[in-house]
């Protein structure tokens, strides 16, 4: 028996044939990069200034005009949802942030906003109603480059820091985190993290080289690298360049160097997985002819094991004694950050991969090297991502690229997923 509501909710195409419209979505993408467009065609649109809001009064927009709800919390986190036939269940998530590098890309994040945007357009045009609610979420600030912590929104929405310690940050001005979204008119008035997700699929650009190298169309994302960051001062002592024999010096410099040499050859043991970088570096008196009295530097770890990541923080620990020793240098090693390795939920790799196999993409499985607010949404709720190459694997760069027809059928992968855990007509 066929109900009246069932009549109308009827699809006018058979959802297992339903595909998104890649041309539409090359579109959006391209007209949100309008919103601080650099020279070189990347974008810089830092969280939470003028240019975000522009960046988001337009997505918010496009989400209405496909009959999106629109909800903000108090950490000025979007909630766009189109109805299910039961508005009583969870809703199945969506979606990316929309803040970017200084000097970034028109895909980091966009995509999976835009994408989320482009499967509700989709159901619309085949009059499709989802038993579960679908909903788009923009996340405030993933990237951590005006204010940190990154990640702040979706860390806020999965209880990770809470709301009072993400407003009280502040930028390099002074400015705090709290202040800089009210003036954009942001700070909604919805409890942050008190929203029922039933499950939550996040599709990006790879932002590495593996997909394009393996000639690979998806990347059935299963988890993250654990991370572990740390801060690390060598402590020596300044002196003439000219005077002081090579044997009685206490060059922090030397310290810093032999340590950049450890972090990498520890990355290294623990191959093909293991990361170790060091990106920041600052000589004291940096000064050509005093040999240095102090060096602050960075360290990170990245693997997908949290028992290899605290192997690797053994190593570094006993590297550092050994260096100090060596050199008669102090040495002060901080852990700042970390991360557990993320593992996502099956039942939502399964969907992904099922998704990549009915649509005939090639496709591997995948663990992401950059942390996502996927990361964290997957405290809190069954979640997946979908990984599409993008050029050289580069990205955080203005010239950043992606394909047309990568980001179509990434879109796809998620327009099935997300039917699948929503149920289609
Ligand atoms: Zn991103």
Same mark, same amino acid.
């Given at each position: 028996? /066929? ?16 595909? #998104? ?10 007209? !949100?990069? %309008? ?7 990347? @974008? ?9 809001? %522009? ?31 039961? =508005? ?34 989709? !159901?619309?045009?085949?009059?499709? /109603? ?9 996340? /405030? ?24 310690? &993400?407003?009280?940050?502040? =930028? ?18 919805? +409890? ?14 790879? %932002?590495? +080289? ?14 993250? &690298?654990?991370?572990?960051?740390? =801060? ?33 050859? #520890? ?45 690797? =923080? ?14 008669? !240098?102090?040495?002060?090693?901080? %852990? ?30 995948? @663990? ?13 709720? +069954? /979640? ?42």
């Amino acid at each position: 028996m /066929t109900s009246p509501s069932e009549t109308t909710s009827r699809p006018t195409v058979w959802s297992s044939a339903m595909r #998104i419209d890649g041309t539409r979505l090359w579109q959006s993408l391209m007209d !949100l990069a %309008q919103i601080g467009a650099t020279p070189k065609g990347g @974008v810089r649109r830092l969280a939470l200034t003028d240019l975000d809001r %522009q960046g988001r009064d337009l997505v918010i927009g496009w989400l209405r005009d496909a009959g999106a709800a629109i909800d903000i919390d108090g950490a000025g986190n979007i909630f766009a949802v189109r109805r299910g036939r039961d =508005d009583t269940a969870a809703v199945v998530y969506t979606g990316s942030h929309v803040d970017s590098q200084p000097s970034g890309g028109k895909f980091d994040g966009p995509y999976g906003v835009l994408a989320g945007l482009e499967v509700l357009r989709t !159901l619309n045009d085949a009059r499709v /109603t989802t038993r579960k609610p679908v909903g788009v979420a923009i996340w /405030t600030n993933e990237e951590g480059t005006r204010f940190i912590p990154t990640m702040g929104g979706s860390g806020a929405f999965a209880k990770v820091h809470t709301l009072d310690y &993400l407003l009280a940050q502040r =930028d390099i001005d002074g400015v705090s985190f709290g202040d800089a979204l009210r003036s954009i008119g942001y700070a909604g008035s919805a +409890p942050v993290g008190e929203r029922a997700v039933d499950a939550y699929f996040e599709a990006h650009i790879e %932002q590495g +080289p593996i997909l394009e190298a393996e000639d690979k169309v998806i990347g059935v994302v299963t988890g993250a &690298l654990g991370q572990r960051w740390y =801060d690390c001062v060598w402590t020596g002592q300044d002196a003439h360049a000219g005077p002081t024999p090579m044997e009685t010096r206490h060059d922090a410099l030397r310290g810093a160097a032999a340590m950049v040499n450890a972090v990498n050859a #520890i990355a290294l043991r623990h191959a093909p997985d293991g990361r170790g970088t060091v990106g920041f570096m600052q000589v004291k008196p940096n000064s050509r002819n005093v040999i240095p009295g102090q060096v602050a530097m960075s360290a990170e770890f990245r693997h997908p094991h949290d028992e290899t990541l605290a192997a690797m =923080d053994r190593e570094l620990r006993d590297a550092a004694a050994t260096i100090a020793r060596d050199l008669r !240098l102090e040495c002060d090693l901080k %852990q700042v950050i970390a991360l557990p390795a993320s593992h996502f939920n099956p039942d939502c790799i399964d969907s992904v991969q099922r998704a990549a196999e009915m649509l005939g993409l090639s496709h591997r499985r995948i @663990v992401s090297g950059a942390a996502h607010d996927a990361v964290y949404l997957s405290r809190v709720a +069954p /979640t997946s991502m979908i990984f599409v190459p993008c050029k050289d694997g580069i990205s955080h760069n203005e010239i950043e690229d992606a394909r047309p027809e990568h980001l179509e059928a990434g879109a796809n992968v998620l327009l099935h997923a997300v039917l699948a855990r929503a149920g289609a007509a």
